[in-house]
């Protein structure tokens, strides 16, 4: 059995090493894919046993599902082979400048674009597949931080699938095993810094030149999938490349309190605005106000909100999104999510509550601790805890279809779903009205 698994896994790297190489991009070419030096390299030959493995075994789980997530896992495995012909040529190649960098990065972000533009705007059965797919095309770098967005869709896929098709939770188990842990160790022990270079001055390909990429976006990263080139790319095939220098933070200066101005609102410098996700009350806004409070507003299909540098004396007020995903990556003292649809919600941990008000098929995931939640006049939220935020005091008032997903205890990556009381029983007894929630029996 062994021996016929280890001979199907050979076959398919085989397979994907034969479609790259037929693929004749500009930028790959049989004499980048494969040399001598390479062959010996450890950490090459350690990315060949990731993809033979890891890899594999997520391309056999989407192999019997087929369909569209056959599609984007196939887009998985492509990006997978470019990066390895990268990680060759980093090593004959001196470190790109920030105006080369895209260029060079250039055949990895085209896959990545491929696949964002599979998962957006579909209308798939299997949209939860794309989408986690597609969040992780290939993060040589910083893969947890980075896999945490995908896994908010990869959850969804498992909540969905765990009692119908085994199939799907097999993919989704196998995926996130892709990236965390066997991506995140490879990078840990072969490129804790970031790709390793050739020596500047010495005799070595220089990185392809190509016009300066656009600016970068902010501490705030915000894209818009109608102009997929912009900001982001370049942030990726930075970040990638093992650099932040591309990314501005909040600095003193920035904050309310020091700004000579007093008008309360970080503004971002250059030319490169936050798209515009505008709905027909408002245009959208995502800023810091005061110092002290976020505010993101108004974001229509917007799956790329993120907060990174925060801390636990600010807030986070989000109003009237829709289809639109937030990521805050800090600790922060609180944060309210008010009359938004079909919106997600991925926080780091609150100091006091969570507070949902008059939404409608909302999902919020705490992967740290967080006191309280509340919601309130909302129907259709699902609440994903961590084992961190187990002791949460859930408070609700007129909402329905609330539902929240637990680790299960006895399995690794399941969810087990409990639904929250929304109909209750009042009697009087004794002198006094005791109330307990309605249990529903039988088959």
Sequence with gaps: MEEALIGRLEAAVSRLEAVNAGQHHPSITPRDLVDDASARDPAILAFDELVAGALGRVSMAAGKIGADVAEVTGLVEKAFLIAKDLLVRTKQTEKPTMETVAAFMGPLNEIIL???????????????????????????????????????????????????????????????????????????????????WKPLGSATNKAPSAPSPPAASLTISSTSSSQPKSGMSAVFAEISSGGTQGLRKVTDDMKSKNRTDRTGVVVAEGTHKAPSFSSTKAPAKLELQMGRKWVVEHHVGNKCL??????????????????????????????????????????????????????????????????????????????????????????????SEINALIPDAKSDGDWVEHSLPQQYIHEFKDGQFTTSPVSHSGA
């Design 114 to 196: 491929q696949a964002n533009a599979l998962a957006e705007g579909t209308r798939s059965s299997h949209a939860n597949h794309l989408k986690a797919a597609a969040g992780m095309p290939l993060p040589i770098a910083h893969v947890e931080e980075s896999w945490q967005m995908a896994e908010f869709y990869s959850n969804k896929v498992l909540v969905e699938y765990k009692n119908k098709d085994p199939d799907h939770v097999e993919w989704a188990k196998a995926l996130k095993e892709l990236y965390v842990p066997s991506l995140r160790d490879y990078v840990k022990n072969f490129y804790p810094l970031g790709p390793v």
């Design 306 to 399: 993120v907060i990174e540098d925060c801390d636990s004396k600010q807030s986070v007020y989000v109003y009237g999104c829709k289809d639109s995903v937030l990521q805050v990556k800090g600790k922060v003292n609180n944060i309210t999510i008010d009359k938004c649809t079909k919106t997600g919600l991925l926080f780091k941990g609150v100091v006091a509550a969570c507070e949902i008000v008059n939404c409608n098929s909302v999902e919020i995931q705490c992967e740290g601790s967080v006191p309280t939640i509340s919601i309130d006049n909302t129907s259709g939220c699902q609440l994903y805890l961590g084992n961190e935020s187990l002791e949460a005091s859930i408070t609700t008032a007129k909402s």
